[in-house]
Nanobody, 120 residues
């Protein structure tokens, strides 16, 4: 089974940037949707951004214009460029893969998560 490993999280000040990466142990081209989720303490896990194999993308409203999802099936990687970070972006970020639809994907596999903390 394909495994997903996230990296790139850390502590950043408000207004800063981070780039999260997700490396798959096998081919990602078989997954219709690859996505980033996040979960803040005391809150439910939410879909942040998603990408389908042929390039369509989805972003939750709160990150539109600030985050960019990139998928490279040739390299079996998924990335999330996060700019203009705010304290409300603080959460554990998870990479996931599975079937669509893109707005409400059905993850079949998850990474272990990477922590993003934005200080005010």
């Amino acid at each position: 089974q394909v495994q997903l490993v996230e990296s790139g999280g850390g502590l950043v000040q408000t207004g800063g940037s981070l780039r999260l990466s997700c490396a798959a142990s096998g081919s990602t081209s078989s997954f219709d949707v690859m996505a980033w989720y996040r979960q803040a303490p005391g809150k439910e896990r939410e879909l942040v951004a998603a990408s389908r194999t042929w390039g369509s993308r989805y972003y939750t409203d709160s990150v539109k214009g600030r985050f960019t999802i990139s998928r490279d099936d040739a390299k079996n990687t998924l990335s999330l460029q996060m700019n203009s970070l705010a304290p409300e972006d603080t959460a554990m970020y998870y990479c996931a893969a599975g079937p669509g639809p893109i707005q409400t994907p059905i993850p079949r596999i998850w990474g272990q998560g990477t922590q993003v903390t934005v200080s005010s």
